[in-house]
C-alpha cells in the first residue's frame, strides 16, 4: 500500500510532495501537517514518559517503573511475594494494597506516570460494562477468587488511564509488536507454562476478548500413551545401568526413572494421573473426568506429582527423563487446538516449565504427527522451528547469562515477557486515551468551521490584503466564497511584528467582514 493510500484510509487530507515532504491540501487547515509526522513525533513523545505496570502472578507480583516502551529503560521494580516469610497464603488485598503503596512510593521518587497496565492470571473480568470489570473471577487459585484487582489503583491513581488484561494476552500482543518474528505477521499466539497454563492471542495486533478472553489451558484433551510399555523402558533402563558405574550419579538417576515410570504410566503406556484442575480433572468424589484439560495434566504441579516430588526439585530431573515426552504430547495438542481455531503466525511458549528447552524439539515432533499432511505450508514442516518458537524476551534474559543488569534505582533488572506485555499495554491505554482528546479538538474545530460558515452568509468577504496569500487556506473547508484564513493570517503576521498594531489591525479586518 502506497503512502497516498494509508493517508486516504486514515482520513487526513494530506499528501506527499514529490521530494518527501508533506503538505495539506488546500481548504483543510484545521488538520495537523502529516499523519506521519504526527506518528512520529508521538513516537518519541511517548518514549519520554513514565509508564508503570503490575503483574500478578501465582508466586508474586511484580511492578516495574519503565521511561518509555519500545524500547523500554527499567527505571524501577519491586517484587511482592504472595506468600509470608512462612510461606503461608497472605490475603489477596494484602497484596493488592502492598502493590498499590508500592507504585504510590514509586510515583514520589520519579515522577507522575502517564498511563498504568496491569496484567494478571486468570479467568478475569475484561468487559468494562459489567460489574465484574477488574476482577479476578473464578480462578483454581485458592481464596483469589472475585478480587477485585483495579479497584484499588483506580482510587489511588485518580486522573491516570489504567488498562487491565490477562497476562498471556499482552505478552502475545508484546511478542507480535517486538519479538522479531518477522515484519508481515498480523497475529500471535503466547503460550505460557508453569503453575498454571495461560493461553493468549494477538489479532490484527489487538489482544483477543470476545465474551471473556483465551482460556485454552482448558482445552479438553486425549490421555498421553507411550509408544512403549513401561516394562520395555524399564528393560531398556537396565541395559543403560550396566553400562555406567554402580554408585555414579547416572546410575542412581536411572534407578530413579526405573521406578517413577511405573507410577504415571499402566501396563499399556497409558497415563494414569488424574490431573489437578477441580474444574475439569476431578470430580466432587474424587473420581477422574474422561478427557481433562491441559493445565491439569501438564503444570508443574503434575510433573512433580507423577514424580513423587516437591515442584521446586524439578530443575533436577534429568532431560532423558520419559516425563518430559509426556509433557511435550500434552503441549503438542495444546499448540495444535490453537492452530486449527486461530491460524496463529507463530506460536511463543514460555514460563518456568519452557526453561527445559529440549521440550521445544519434542513438541515440534508430536506437533507434526498430530497434524499428519493436512496443511503443507512450510511452516508446518521444514520451517516449523520458526512456528513454535521460544519467547523473545527469554532468549534475551538467558543470552545475558548471570550478568546482571541494574536499572536506574540500582537494582537488578526484572523486564521478561509478563511485565513488558504489562508496559505495553500502559503504552496502549495512554495513546487511546492521547487520541480521544485529539478527537474532541477535532470536534471543537469542525464546530468553529461550521460557525464560520454560517457567519459567512453570501457575501465574499475576500478582502484586498488576502490577495497576498491567493486564498490558499480555507478554514470552512468548503472551497466557497467566504471568510479566508489568509485575512487572519495577515492580521496575525502583523501582530508578530507590530504587536499591539497588528492586533488592531486583526480586529479592523474581523469587523469589515461581519459588516459585509
Not at 8 to 26: D, L, Q
Not at 356 to 379: A, C, W
Not at 384 to 394: A, G
Request: overall charge positive; some cysteine; aromatic content about 8%.
Amino acid at each position: 500500500m502506497d503512502r497516498m493510500s494509508l493517508v486516504k484510509m486514515s482520513g487526513v487530507n494530506s499528501y506527499a510532495r514529490p521530494g518527501g515532504e508533506c503538505a495539506r491540501e488546500p481548504n483543510d487547515f484545521h488538520r495537523s501537517p502529516s499523519l506521519f509526522s504526527r506518528i512520529s513525533e508521538r513516537k518519541n513523545y511517548s518514549q519520554s514518559l513514565l509508564f508503570a505496570c503490575v503483574e500478578g502472578g501465582g508466586q508474586s507480583f511484580l511492578v516495574v517503573v519503565s521511561r518509555g516502551v519500545n524500547p523500554p529503560h527499567e527505571i524501577d521494580n519491586h517484587q511482592i511475594p504472595t506468600t509470608d516469610e512462612f510461606g503461608n497464603m497472605k490475603k489477596p488485598s494484602q497484596v493488592i494494597d502492598e502493590a498499590v503503596q508500592c507504585l504510590l512510593n514509586m510515583e514520589k521518587r520519579h515522577g507522575k506516570f502517564a498511563a498504568i497496565g496491569i496484567v494478571s492470571f486468570g479467568p478475569c473480568g475484561l468487559n468494562s460494562k459489567t460489574n465484574t470489570y477488574g476482577y479476578i473471577t473464578t480462578t483454581p487459585k485458592p481464596g483469589w477468587q472475585m478480587t477485585d484487582v483495579v479497584g484499588p489503583f483506580q482510587k489511588a491513581f485518580r486522573g491516570i488511564p489504567i488498562g487491565f488484561d490477562t497476562d498471556v494476552n499482552m505478552v502475545a500482543v508484546s511478542e507480535f509488536a517486538y519479538g522479531g518474528h518477522g515484519t508481515n505477521i498480523t497475529s500471535a499466539s503466547y503460550i505460557t507454562v508453569g503453575t498454571g497454563i495461560g493461553v493468549g492471542m494477538c489479532t490484527n495486533g489487538k489482544p483477543v476478548h470476545g465474551l471473556i478472553h483465551p482460556e485454552g489451558g482448558h482445552i479438553r484433551v486425549p490421555k498421553y500413551v507411550s509408544k512403549k510399555s513401561p516394562e520395555q523402558i524399564k528393560n531398556e533402563l537396565k541395559q543403560e545401568l550396566s553400562m555406567v558405574p554402580e554408585d555414579s550419579k547416572e546410575a542412581k538417576d536411572i534407578k530413579l526413572r526405573m521406578e517413577q515410570v511405573g507410577k504415571y504410566l499402566d501396563k499399556d503406556g497409558k497415563d494414569t494421573y488424574f490431573g489437578n484442575c477441580k474444574f475439569h480433572c476431578i470430580t466432587p468424589e474424587g473420581k477422574a473426568k474422561p478427557y481433562p484439560c491441559v493445565e491439569g495434566l501438564a503444570n508443574s504441579q503434575a510433573i512433580a506429582e507423577r514424580l513423587g516430588i516437591e515442584k521446586k526439585d524439578l530443575p533436577y530431573v534429568s532431560d532423558d527423563n520419559e516425563v518430559w515426552d509426556l509433557e511435550a504430547y500434552y503441549l503438542a495438542q495444546l499448540c495444535i487446538s490453537i492452530t486449527f481455531l486461530m491460524s496463529p503466525e507463530v506460536i511463543v511458549l514460555g514460563g518456568g516449565v519452557m526453561k527445559r528447552t529440549i521440550l521445544y524439539p519434542k513438541i515440534r515432533k508430536m506437533f507434526k504427527e498430530l497434524l499428519g499432511d493436512y496443511f503443507t505450508d512450510s511452516k508446518f514442516n521444514k520451517d516449523i522451528d520458526k512456528y513454535i518458537v521460544r519467547s523473545t524476551f527469554d532468549v534475551k534474559r538467558e543470552q545475558m547469562g548471570n550478568k546482571e543488569i541494574k536499572n536506574a534505582a540500582g537494582k537488578k533488572a526484572k523486564l521478561h515477557a509478563g511485565a513488558m506485555g504489562g508496559l505495553e499495554l500502559a503504552r496502549r491505554v495512554w495513546d487511546l486515551s492521547d487520541k480521544k482528546m485529539i478527537m474532541e479538538r477535532d470536534d471543537e474545530i469542525k464546530f468553529l468551521n461550521k460557525q464560520i460558515q454560517q457567519l459567512e452568509g453570501v457575501s465574499s468577504a475576500r478582502r484586498p490584503l488576502a490577495k497576498v496569500f491567493k486564498g490558499q487556506y480555507d478554514v470552512s473547508n468548503s472551497g466557497s466564497s467566504g471568510f479566508s484564513f489568509s485575512t487572519v493570517a495577515a492580521g496575525m503576521l502583523l501582530l508578530g511584528i507590530g504587536g499591539g498594531i497588528g492586533a488592531a489591525v486583526t480586529s479592523h479586518l474581523l469587523s469589515s467582514f461581519k459588516k459585509n
